[in-house]
C-alpha cells in the first residue's frame, strides 16, 4: 500500500514534501487534541512533537507558478491541486477521473517530476514549478510527443490522452531509448479505457527514435 | 440524377486512406473541451446524497440543516419519503452551492431515514424451479427490452402474447419511440390486451424470459456420436467511461434551458427532458464539443440529467453542474448485463454440429434482461434454449459496446471449442468445418479464418490440450462475430460561400471514434477539396438531427447525409460555373481545389474563382440518410470478423498473459483506414480488458459494490497489451457493399477468444470471465484432485 502522503507514487525516490503541511501531517493534527493560539498568525500547533502552522479552516491565500507564470487564489486548504488547476485556472488539460491516485488522467509535472495532481494538496504545490499539457505546444508547434500521438492515433475520446502526454514526456525526459521493458514499467501508471496503448507505444518508439 | 454512389477505387483521393484524425492535435493539447470541462460564469456545483442500501423504503428525508449551510444555493429532493430505492447509490437529494465542498459539507448535513428491504445482488445459477413464467409487460419491462435491444419483431411478439399491465398514455408511447420503439412494438402496445392486476403482484428474483425449440433437439443428440457439456459465463461489468457522466444546465430565460451534456446522442437529448421538465424541446438546446467515452451508456440525459436542470430552476436559472464522482458512476451509470449458461452440443465424429442445448441466467438489474442471441454465428439445426432472467439490486445495466454479443460469443464459441476438444479436432479446421451454418457471411468467415490463422501462426502454436501441466503453458484460442451496422437517420447541412468557404453542420458527435474526420475526408473528397478547406460543426442542438452514435450506426449515417449533400452542392456549384468555362455542367469535375472540364486541362478555375460565380448568396443544401429519392444505398448492414488469442499461463501462479491478438474485420467501406484500424486495436484491448480484470464485485452481505474505484475495478494497463495484429478487409468483395459500422464488431470476440486459447493452454476451461488467478488455480486445482 502506497503512503497517502507521497504525492509521486510513480517515482518512489522522490522526497515528500516537508515544507508545507501534508496531507498525513493534517491528519495527525486533526487528530489531536490541540491548544490553539487565541490571537496571531500563523497559527502553530504542536504536532508529533513538534510546532507546525496551521492553515484553515476556510480560504488562505495561495500563490502558484504555473506554466512560468505567478498566478493567485484563495482556497480551502483541502483542495487539491487537480481542483485548483481546472476550477480556478480553467487549466482544464488534466482530468478528474478517479480523483485518488489510481488512473493519471491528472498527471502533471512538480518541479519536473511527474505527480498525480488529484493527490497534491494546492497549498502543498506552492512554491514549486507546476507545468501542465497546456504549456507543451510552443510557437503554435506541438511538443515531439504530443505529433507523435497525432501521428500513431494515439488518443480516441481524448480524455486520457493530456495526463499520458504528461507522463510520456516525463518518462522520454528520463529515458530517451527506453526498452520495452522501461515503457511497460515507467507508463503503467496511466489508464486509457477506449485502448489507445497500441497508438501511445508507437508514438513513444517514434520519438525515442527521432528523439524529443 | 446525380451519381451519389461512392467513387471507385481509382477516383478516391481520401476514402479508404489512412488519415490522421482532425481533432488529435486540440485532444493532445489539452485544449479539446469536454463536458466536464466547461466553467461557466457563475457556475454552482453540484453533489447527490445516495442511498447506502441496495433495497429500502426511504422512511424520511430532512434537509433543513443542509439548506442553512454557507454557500448552499439550493436543494432539490429527488426521491422523497415513500420512495423505494431499488439499488446502491440511487439518487436521494441534490444539493447546489457555490463550491464542490460546500456541496459535499451539505450533503453530509442532510439526514435519512431508511427502511431496509429484502435484497438480491447476486446472479449465480437460479435454484430449480423458481422462475416464474413471463407474465403482462409493464412499461418498465418495454424500456428494458429496449436497452437490451430486443428486436422489433421478438417484442411485438412477446406484446401480442403477454399483454400488458396498463394501458400507456400517448406520451409514454412517444418516450418509448424517442427511446428507439419501432412503430411495430407502439401498434402492438396500442392493441395489446391489459392485464390491471398483474402488475401490482410482487414479481419473482427468477423470471423465464425466453423458451425456444428449433428442429428435434432430441433425436440430434441421440444421433450425436460426440457430445460435450460445460459451463460457461461472463459477469457484470460496467462501462467505467474516464468522463463521467454528467451535465451542466442552465435557464437563459424562464422557459428556455441550455445544456451541456456528456453524451452519445446530443439531438436525441431534448426530446428525452421535454417531458420531464415540461418545457418544449424547441426550448432545450443541447451543446458538447468532446465526450470522453460513452461505450452504450450515454444515450439518455439520466434522472441525474433532469435534476441537475430543475435545481438550476431552483438557483434562479444560475448554471449548475452536477458530474458524478467515479464511484457513483461505476454504482449506478450503467453495466453490461452478466450471462452464463449450461451448454450442451453435439456432433458427429467428422466434427458437424447437429445439437445445442442450452440453459442460461443472467441479469441486467432491476429489469431483468435478456437472451443473448445463442448458438452465435452459428445455427446449429437443432436447438433447445431457456432462459432465466435474474431481477435483482445489482444496479442498472444499460447498452455495453455490442449489447449481448460479447456474452453470446463466450457462451458459443466456448462450448464449441470444447466439442472441438473432444473431438480431438484443431478448432480452426472444426469452426472451418462448420461455416456452412455461418450464412449469409460464411465466405467472408473463410477468407477472414484463413487471413488470422496465418496472421498468427496458428498452425505452428496449436496443439492439442495436454493434461497436468506445470510452468509456464502457452495456448492459442479463436472465436467469430457478427454485428448489423447500418447507418442511422442523419441529416446535414453543407454550404458553400461565395468566397470558396465550406461549412458542414450536423448535431452529430464524435466519441472518439474518428467520425469529424470521416465526415470531412466524404465532403473533401467529394468537392475535390483538402479536408483543411472545410468548416465542420457538429456536437449542437443547433444543426440539423442526426441520430444518437450508438449499435455502430454513426459512420453508415453520417457519411450519406454528408456525400449527398456534398454531390448535391458540387452539382449546383456547377451549373453556376459551367457557362464561365464555356461548358455543360455534366462535363466538370473538381479536383485538387479547382474546377475544370473533364479531359481538358486548359479550361478550368480554382475553387475560389468558381464560388464567386454563385454570386452574393451562399448556396445551401440538406443532405439526408436515409434518402430513398437520391440512390443508391450507401450504407450497408452486416459484417463478419474472426479474432485469434494466444496467452501464456503461469500454472504457478493462475496469472494469465495475452501474447499476441489478431483481429480481421470486414466493414464494407472504409473511409479513413487509419481511425478503423484504431477502432480494432481499442477493441482488442478492451477485450483483454474485459477478459482478465473487469467485473463489478457486489458484496452479498451489505448489498454494496466492492469495487467502485479504479484501483479495484481493473481495466488494463499499457504493460498488460501484447503485439496486435489488425488486418482490414478492404477491397473487391467488400467495399462496394458501402459503408458499414464498425465500432461493436470487434469488441466481441476477444473473450471467447482468450478462454478458449487459455483452455488451450492449461488442457481444462476455466467457466468464467474475468480469467483470474484465483478461477484459473480453482480449475487447476480441481484438475489435479486437490
Redesign the interface.
Known amino acids: 500500500m502506497r503512503d497517502d502522503d507521497d504525492p509521486n507514487p510513480k517515482d518512489p525516490e522522490a522526497k515528500p514534501d516537508v515544507s508545507g503541511v501534508s496531507r498525513r501531517d493534517f491528519l495527525k493534527i486533526s487528530g489531536l487534541s490541540i491548544t490553539l493560539p487565541l490571537v496571531g498568525e500563523p497559527k502553530m500547533a504542536m504536532a508529533a512533537g513538534q510546532q507546525v502552522v496551521v492553515h484553515g479552516p476556510g480560504k488562505v491565500p495561495m500563490e502558484f507558478s504555473i506554466n512560468g507564470r505567478r498566478l493567485k487564489a484563495d482556497l480551502?486548504p483541502?483542495?487539491t491541486l487537480l481542483?485548483a488547476l481546472?476550477?480556478q485556472f480553467?487549466?482544464?488539460?488534466?482530468?478528474?477521473?478517479?480523483?485518488?491516485g489510481?488512473?493519471g488522467?491528472c498527471t502533471v509535472l512538480l518541479d519536473n517530476k511527474p505527480v498525480y495532481s488529484c493527490s497534491v494538496l494546492a497549498i502543498e504545490a506552492q512554491r514549486k514549478a507546476i507545468t501542465?499539457?497546456?504549456s507543451?505546444?510552443q510557437d503554435g508547434k506541438?511538443h515531439p510527443v504530443?505529433q507523435a500521438?497525432?501521428?500513431n492515433?494515439a488518443?480516441?475520446?481524448?480524455?486520457?490522452?493530456?495526463g499520458f502526454?504528461v507522463a510520456c514526456k516525463a518518462f522520454l525526459d528520463r529515458h530517451p531509448h527506453p526498452t520495452p521493458e522501461d515503457?511497460?514499467?515507467g507508463?503503467?501508471g496511466?489508464?486509457?479505457?477506449?485502448?489507445?496503448?497500441?497508438?501511445?507505444?508507437k508514438a513513444i518508439a517514434q520519438v525515442a527514435q527521432k528523439g524529443a | 440524377m446525380p451519381d451519389y454512389a461512392w467513387p471507385d477505387a481509382e477516383h478516391r483521393t481520401l476514402i479508404g486512406k489512412r488519415i490522421?484524425?482532425v481533432?488529435?492535435?486540440?485532444?493532445?493539447?489539452?485544449?479539446?473541451?469536454?463536458t466536464?470541462?466547461v466553467?461557466r460564469p457563475g457556475m454552482l456545483y453540484g453533489k447527490v446524497l445516495r442511498s447506502p442500501y441496495a433495497h429500502a423504503k426511504l422512511v424520511s428525508v430532512d434537509t433543513s440543516a443542509a439548506e442553512k449551510m454557507p454557500g448552499v444555493k439550493a436543494v432539490h429532493i429527488v426521491q422523497g419519503p415513500g420512495s423505494t430505492i431499488h439499488w446502491e447509490g440511487d439518487e436521494i437529494v441534490a444539493v447546489a452551492a457555490v463550491?464542490?465542498?460546500a456541496a459535499e459539507d451539505a450533503v453530509r448535513a442532510i439526514k435519512v431515514e431508511y427502511q431496509q428491504l429484502p435484497y438480491l445482488v447476486t446472479d449465480t445459477e437460479p435454484p430449480q424451479g423458481s422462475a416464474e413464467g413471463q407474465g403482462p409487460l409493464s412499461m418498465d419491462d418495454i424500456d428494458d427490452m429496449l436497452d437490451n435491444q430486443v428486436p422489433s419483431q421478438q417484442m411485438v411478439n412477446q406484446i401480442q402474447q403477454y399483454g400488458i399491465t396498463a394501458k400507456p398514455s400517448e406520451d409514454t408511447l412517444k418516450g418509448l419511440k424517442s427511446d428507439g420503439a419501432t412503430d411495430a412494438v407502439l401498434d402492438a402496445i396500442r392493441a395489446a390486451a391489459v392485464h390491471p392486476d398483474a402488475g401490482s403482484r410482487p414479481k419473482s428474483n427468477y423470471q423465464k424470459s425466453a423458451a425456444q425449440t428449433l428442429g428435434d433437439p432430441d433425436k440430434a443428440f441421440a444421433e450425436a456420436e460426440v457430445v460435450s457439456e460445460g459451463l460457461y459465463g461472463v459477469p457484470l461489468i460496467t462501462h467505467?467511461?474516464?468522463?463521467?457522466h454528467g451535465s451542466i444546465s442552465e435557464w437563459t430565460d424562464a422557459d428556455h434551458l441550455f445544456t451541456h451534456i456528456s453524451t452519445q446522442n446530443v439531438s436525441g437529448i431534448p426530446g428525452q427532458m421535454a417531458e420531464p421538465l415540461k418545457t418544449p424541446a424547441s426550448n432545450i438546446r443541447v451543446h458538447q464539443d468532446?465526450?470522453?467515452?460513452g461505450?452504450g451508456s450515454k444515450f439518455s440525459p439520466d434522472r441525474w440529467g433532469i435534476f441537475t436542470a430543475q435545481i438550476s430552476k431552483k438557483a434562479d436559472g444560475k448554471p449548475v453542474r452536477i458530474m458524478l464522482?467515479?464511484a457513483a458512476e461505476l454504482k449506478v451509470a450503467g453495466a453490461r448485463p452478466s450471462a452464463y449458461a449450461r451448454v450442451k452440443v453435439g456432433a458427429k465424429k467428422d466434427g458437424t454440429v447437429v445439437a445445442w442445448q442450452s440453459l442460461s441466467w443472467g441479469t441486467g438489474g432491476p429489469g431483468g434482461g435478456g437472451m443473448p442471441p445463442i448458438p452465435y454465428v452459428f445455427a446449429v439445426p437443432n436447438q433447445r434454449k431457456e432462459h432465466t432472467a435474474i431481477r435483482n439490486n445489482i444496479g442498472p445495466a444499460r447498452a455495453w459496446r455490442a449489447p449481448n454479443h460479447p456474452q453470446a460469443a463466450v457462451l458459443t464459441m466456448c462450448a464449441l471449442d470444447d466439442l472441438a476438444a473432444k473431438l480431438n479436432m484443431d478448432p480452426v479446421e472444426f469452426f472451418g468445418k462448420n461455416l456452412d451454418m455461418a450464412k449469409p457471411r460464411q465466405n467472408i468467415y473463410r477468407e477472414e479464418l484463413a487471413i488470422a490463422a496465418d496472421l498468427m501462426g496458428w498452425k505452428q502454436k496449436w496443439h492439442p490440450r495436454r493434461q497436468n501441466q506445470s510452468g509456464m503453458v502457452r495456448g492459442v484460442g479463436v472465436s467469430f462475430h457478427t454485428w448489423g451496422g447500418r447507418g442511422h437517420a442523419s441529416d446535414c447541412d453543407l454550404t458553400i460561400h461565395p468566397d470558396g468557404s465550406v461549412e458542414l453542420k450536423l448535431g452529430s458527435q464524435d466519441?472518439?471514434?474518428g467520425t469529424r474526420t470521416c465526415i470531412l475526408i466524404v465532403a473533401a473528397e467529394t468537392l475535390g477539396l483538402p479536408i483543411e478547406a472545410i468548416q465542420l460543426q457538429i456536437g449542437d442542438t443547433i444543426y440539423p438531427p442526426s441520430g444518437g452514435s450508438g449499435g455502430s450506426t454513426t459512420i453508415g449515417g453520417v457519411s450519406s447525409s454528408t456525400r449527398r449533400a456534398a454531390v448535391d452542392a458540387r452539382d449546383s456549384l456547377f451549373a453556376q460555373v459551367a457557362p464561365a468555362l464555356n461548358a455543360q455542367p455534366d462535363q466538370l469535375e473538381c479536383v485538387n481545389g479547382r474546377i475544370g472540364v473533364k479531359g481538358d486541362s486548359s479550361r478550368s478555375l480554382s475553387w475560389k474563382e468558381a464560388c464567386s460565380k454563385l454570386g452574393a448568396m451562399p448556396l445551401t443544401v440538406r443532405g439526408k440518410n436515409p434518402d430513398k429519392s437520391k440512390p443508391p444505398d450507401l450504407t450497408n448492414s452486416g459484417v463478419g470478423g474472426v479474432q485469434m488469442a494466444e496467452v501464456e499461463v503461469d500454472t504457478e501462479t493462475g496469472v494469465v498473459r495475452v501474447t499476441k491478438m489478431v483481429a480481421v474485420q470486414d466493414c464494407g467501406l472504409i473511409i479513413d483506414l487509419?481511425?478503423a484500424?484504431?477502432q480494432c486495436?481499442?477493441?482488442?484491448?478492451?477485450g483483454i480488458?474485459y477478459s482478465l480484470f473487469e467485473e463489478k464485485i457486489m458484496d452479498p452481505g451489505t448489498g454494496r459494490m466492492l469495487n467502485p474505484?479504479?484501483?479495484f475495478y481493473r481495466?488494463?494497463?499499457?504493460?498488460d497489451?501484447p503485439e496486435?495484429v489488425v488486418k482490414m478487409m478492404t477491397g473487391k468483395g467488400y467495399d462496394e457493399r458501402g459503408v458499414i459500422g464498425l465500432g461493436e464488431p470487434p469488441v466481441i470476440s476477444p473473450g471467447a477468444a482468450i478462454s478458449n486459447a487459455v483452455a488451450n493452454a492449461i488442457g481444462v476451461r476455466v467457466p468464467f470471465l474475468p480469467l483470474t488467478p484465483d478461477r484459473v488455480l480453482a480449475v487447476l486445482g480441481q484438475k489435479a484432485g486437490a
Open positions: 480551502e483541502r483542495v481542483d481546472r476550477d480553467e487549466l482544464t488539460g488534466a482530468k478528474r477521473v478517479c480523483d485518488r489510481e488512473c488522467t501542465t499539457v497546456e507543451l505546444m506541438l504530443q500521438f497525432v501521428d492515433d488518443s480516441q475520446c481524448g480524455f486520457c490522452t493530456p502526454i515503457i511497460r514499467h507508463l503503467s496511466n489508464l486509457c479505457r477506449c485502448g489507445t496503448y497500441n497508438g501511445i507505444r | 490522421s484524425r481533432d488529435s492535435p486540440a485532444k493532445v493539447s489539452g485544449q479539446a473541451k469536454y466536464y470541462d466553467h463550491d464542490e465542498l467505467c467511461c474516464l468522463e463521467s468532446h465526450v470522453g467515452g461505450f464522482e467515479r466519441l472518439g471514434t487509419k481511425t484500424e484504431s486495436y481499442g477493441a482488442l484491448i478492451m480488458s474505484d479504479m484501483q481495466l488494463a494497463g499499457l504493460s497489451i496486435l
